[in-house]
Every structure is written in C-alpha cells, then in structure tokens.
C-alpha cells in the first residue's frame, strides 16, 4: 500500500504529486459522463437525455450526496490519526466507517425505491420525462451500497497519502461504464434503463477493487472483517465533522433541486440544456473538488501532527495556484465547448441555451475559488460547522429567495442561470471575513 505521509518535504511538490492523479481521476470520471450524455443524446433523443440530467440528478445527488459528504468526515479523522502516527484509533476508524457505509446504503436503497417518483412529481419534472427518470433513479439506487462503499475506501486512501490507487480503480471503472453504455444503449437498445445498469456496474467494479486492495495491505487501516464494528467515539468524531459536510452538500442539493424546478418550468429543451451544461463544464468542477480533496487531506495529516506552519503555507499556495488554474480552464472550457456542442445534440433549440448557460456561468467561476480552497483547509483542520452556515446562507437561501422573487418576476434562462454567480460572490466576501476573523486558522501563527 503506497500511503504517503504529507506532513515532511517540499509542501508545492507534495501538493502537485498528491493532487495530479485526484484530477486525473475526477476528470475521467467528468469524461465518462459526457460520453453517457452523447450517447444519450445522439442514441435516444432529448426526452431521454432530460430524463437522465435533471430532476433524476438531482434527487440521487440530495440522498447519495449526504452520505458521501459524510464519508469525508471519516477521511478527516483517519488523517488526523495517520498524521498523529496513532495505529490503533487508525485500524478502529476503518472498520466504523464500512459498517456505517453499509447500514447507510440499505437505508438509502429502500428509500430510493420507494419515493422516486413522488420525488420527481414534487420537482414538477416534465410528464415526458417523469417515467424514464423514475426508471433510472431506481436502479441508480439499487447500486448504492458500493457507491459509498467505493467513496469511503477512496477518502480512507487519500487521508493517508495514497491518492494513485483511487485513481486507477476510477479508471477502470470509467472505461468499463462507457463500454457497458454503448453494449447496453448502443446494442441492445436499453436506453435510460442501460444507462443505469451501466453506472452501477462499474461502481460496483470499483468498489470490489478497492476492497481487496485494503484487504491485502499489511498497514493499520487494512480491511479487515473481523474489525467491522462500529466504534462510539470513532464515530463520534466522524459524524462530528462528517454531518456539517453532509448538511452542506444536502443543502447544495436542495436549493439546486429548487433551481431545477425553475429550469423546468421553462420546458423540455431547456430541462435537455441544463443537463447538457453541467456534462460540458463538469471539466471545472471536476478539478475544484480535486484541489479541494487534496488540501483537505494535506490540511488533516499536518493539522493531526501539530504542523500548522505547513498548514498555514499550503493556503496560500493552494490559492494563488488554483486562480491560475480556474482562468486557464475556463478559456479552455468556452473553445471547445463551441466546438463540441453539436456532437451532443441535434436540436438546435437545446444548443442554444446550453451555450447561453455557458457564457453566464464559466467566465465567473474564479470566484468559486477562495470557497473550495478555505473550506477543504477548515474541513481538514475540522472547523466544520460555521462554514456549512455560510455556505447555507450564501449559497442555498439566496438561490431559494431568488428563485421565489426576481425569478418570479422575470423568467428564463438568464434569471435561473445568474442566481449561481451571485451567490459564488455572496459567500466569497462571508468566506474570507471568517477564515481571517474568526476561524481556526485565524487563531494560528504562521
């Protein structure tokens, strides 16, 4: 097993060995679902590419998205004991954190399949696209249990250092799901269904690779399934930095599914569009949640072995360069977006608003920086709570209030689309007041 340990050596080259295959990973992954989305699109029509992308997005992403937040809590603790050099609160942080993942991927997968469509017909999802997305939401969830499984065992390596391995494994897991996607959809005409069938397989082939991988290492956070117990004050810590990560991504989800219902107020193109935007940008967002992953567990391990010069040095490295990084992507995202759009799609109507989408949320994305950098630092030194309050209120509640008033007022694409920019703003200045002010950090001398 090739953990790593981050509090020693250059803190820039560390960062980058460290944050590279993260991104390679996040990207591929980013890849693969725009194949899905081509596929989708050129394959079965738009109906089926709304089905996929919206509301059904959504809904997976509020439920699955609350326990894989949670998962990162877990990454925080098992870094803090890595970094502290302490084996046997390590090997107890393993085993608490799989049987939670499985008692949680049971409890979701009942609920996926009960409620997915009282879901979609709350989020008023187009009646075209309503049975489709029923569909596929209910398979995604019959695929839960190694998704989570997969995201902890993924978080657990990188807290130690060992960000090569989870790459691999996503890796393979992406090639196989584009295969699957064109066998399923291409070949035996599955459509939504194959979709699906195809995801949850290859999540289900990743997680069994990074599960024999952790059961045949040798190391204190080993597999191990006599260890398979949850621990009171292992857990205790997770879920108290894990559940304000959790509530923040359900907030996200909620206020985005808020969106959604907006979006598809304005009709089935526009539902197509929104869907087709996040497959085109994902390429940013992809590398945001790496950098922030990294700092994360780089913050962890140092934090836990009372570096904090190092931890101070890595925020403002992590900074200046993921500035640099955000414009240049941005550029890049706009030229081949252009190019590209026409491969995904045939209807003109859809093209239009997505590029539309496009130009209102790419060239603002340099404000989304200082919040996944000093989040991922605040996370990994586990200062939780009052940044998923910021976040609540600078992101989630102004897009609701938005949405509720001047999106009322003057509908269409660009009111739904700029709420997002607003509130990047909004918090940056929230952010930034804390971090100085009031935080954790703010109370470290470098």
Same mark, same amino acid.
């Given at each position: 097993?090739?953990?790593?340990?981050?509090?020693?050596?250059?803190?820039?080259?560390?960062?980058?060995?460290?944050?590279?295959?993260?991104?390679?990973?996040?990207?591929?992954?980013?890849?693969?679902?725009?194949?899905?989305?081509?596929?989708?699109?050129?394959?079965?029509?738009?109906?089926?590419?709304?089905?996929?992308?919206?509301?059904?997005?959504?809904?997976?992403?509020?439920?699955?998205?609350?326990?894989?937040? *949670? %998962?990162?809590?877990? =990454?925080? !603790?098992?870094?803090?004991?890595?970094? $502290?050099?302490?084996? +046997?609160?390590? #090997?107890?942080?393993?085993?608490?954190?799989?049987?939670?993942?499985?008692?949680?991927?049971?409890?979701?997968?009942?609920?996926?399949?009960?409620?997915?469509?009282?879901?979609?017909?709350?989020?008023?999802?187009?009646?075209?696209?309503?049975?489709?997305?029923?569909?596929?939401?209910?398979?995604?969830?019959?695929?839960?249990?190694?998704?989570?499984?997969?995201?902890?065992?993924?978080?657990?390596?990188?807290?130690?250092?060992?960000?090569?391995?989870?790459?691999?494994?996503?890796?393979?897991?992406?090639?196989?799901?584009?295969?699957?996607?064109?066998?399923?959809?291409?070949?035996?005409?599955?459509?939504?269904?194959?979709?699906?069938?195809?995801?949850? *397989? %290859?999540?289900?082939? =990743?997680? !069994?690779?990074?599960?024999?991988?952790? $059961?045949?290492?040798? +190391?204190?956070? #080993?597999?191990?399934?006599?260890?398979?117990?949850?621990?009171?004050?292992?857990?205790?810590?997770?879920?108290?930095?894990?559940?304000?990560?959790?509530?923040?991504?359900?907030?996200?989800?909620?206020?985005?599914?808020?969106?959604?219902?907006?979006?598809?107020?304005?009709?089935?193109?526009?539902?197509?569009?929104?869907?087709?935007?996040?497959?085109?940008?994902?390429?940013?967002?992809?590398?945001?949640?790496?950098?922030?992953?990294?700092?994360?567990?780089?913050?962890?391990?140092?934090?836990?072995?009372?570096?904090?010069?190092?931890?101070?040095?890595?925020?403002?490295?992590?900074?200046?360069?993921?500035?640099?990084?955000?414009?240049?992507?941005?550029?890049?995202?706009?030229?081949?977006?252009?190019?590209?759009?026409?491969?995904?799609?045939?209807?003109?109507?859809?093209?239009?608003?997505?590029?539309?989408?496009?130009?209102?949320?790419?060239?603002?994305?340099?404000?989304?920086?200082?919040?996944?950098?000093?989040?991922?630092?605040?996370?990994?030194?586990?200062?939780?709570?009052?940044?998923?309050?910021?976040?609540?209120?600078?992101?989630?509640?102004?897009?609701?209030?938005?949405?509720?008033?001047?999106?009322?007022?003057?509908?269409?694409?660009?009111?739904?689309?700029?709420?997002?920019?607003?509130?990047?703003?909004?918090?940056?200045?929230?952010?930034?007041?804390?971090?100085?002010?009031?935080?954790?950090?703010?109370?470290?001398?470098?």
């Amino acid at each position: 097993m090739r953990s790593k340990d981050l509090t020693e050596g250059n803190i820039s080259k560390q960062l980058l060995l460290f944050f590279l295959p993260i991104a390679a990973g996040t990207l591929f992954q980013q890849f693969y679902s725009a194949a899905d989305a081509l596929i989708v699109g050129k394959f079965v029509g738009t109906v089926a590419l709304a089905a996929v992308g919206g509301s059904a997005g959504h809904i997976t992403n509020i439920l699955v998205g609350f326990f894989v937040a *949670l %998962s990162g809590g877990a =990454s925080v !603790v098992v870094g803090h004991f890595f970094g $502290a050099k302490d084996d +046997e609160h390590l #090997r107890q942080a393993t085993g608490t954190a799989v049987e939670f993942c499985l008692i949680a991927g049971i409890c979701l997968t009942v609920v996926g399949l009960i409620f997915a469509k009282p879901m979609l017909v709350l989020l008023k999802t187009p009646e075209d696209t309503i049975a489709g997305a029923a569909l596929y939401v209910r398979i995604i969830f019959l695929g839960v249990i190694p998704q989570l499984l997969y995201n902890m065992e993924a978080g657990l390596l990188r807290a130690v250092g060992d960000s090569r391995r989870p790459f691999i494994y996503l890796f393979i897991a992406c090639i196989t799901n584009i295969i699957l996607d064109i066998v399923f959809v291409v070949v035996f005409s599955l459509g939504v269904a194959g979709v699906a069938m195809a995801t949850v *397989l %290859s999540q289900l082939l =990743s997680a !069994v690779l990074a599960t024999v991988q952790l $059961a045949r290492s040798k +190391e204190a956070y #080993r597999f191990d399934v006599r260890a398979i117990r949850i621990d009171p004050f292992i857990l205790k810590r997770m879920m108290t930095i894990g559940i304000p990560a959790g509530l923040q991504n359900s907030m996200y989800a909620v206020s985005n599914m808020i969106v959604q219902v907006a979006v598809n107020s304005l009709g089935t193109a526009v539902v197509a569009a929104w869907s087709l935007t996040g497959k085109l940008d994902g390429v940013y967002w992809a590398v945001s949640n790496a950098v922030g992953m990294s700092v994360m567990s780089f913050a962890a391990q140092n934090y836990g072995a009372g570096k904090f010069d190092r931890v101070k040095k890595c925020e403002r490295l992590s900074l200046s360069v993921f500035m640099v990084l955000t414009f240049i992507l941005s550029g890049a995202i706009l030229l081949v977006a252009r190019i590209i759009l026409p491969f995904f799609t045939d209807d003109p109507a859809v093209r239009s608003a997505t590029w539309t989408m496009l130009l209102i949320f790419v060239p603002t994305y340099f404000t989304w920086t200082f919040i996944e950098i000093l989040s991922g630092i605040l996370r990994g030194i586990g200062d939780a709570i009052k940044p998923v309050i910021i976040c609540g209120l600078g992101i989630c509640l102004l897009r609701v209030i938005w949405i509720l008033t001047v999106f009322m007022i003057w509908p269409g694409i660009f009111t739904v689309s700029v709420v997002y920019p607003v509130s990047w703003v909004v918090t940056d200045i929230a952010f930034i007041v804390y971090y100085r002010k009031g935080s954790k950090m703010s109370k470290i001398k470098a």
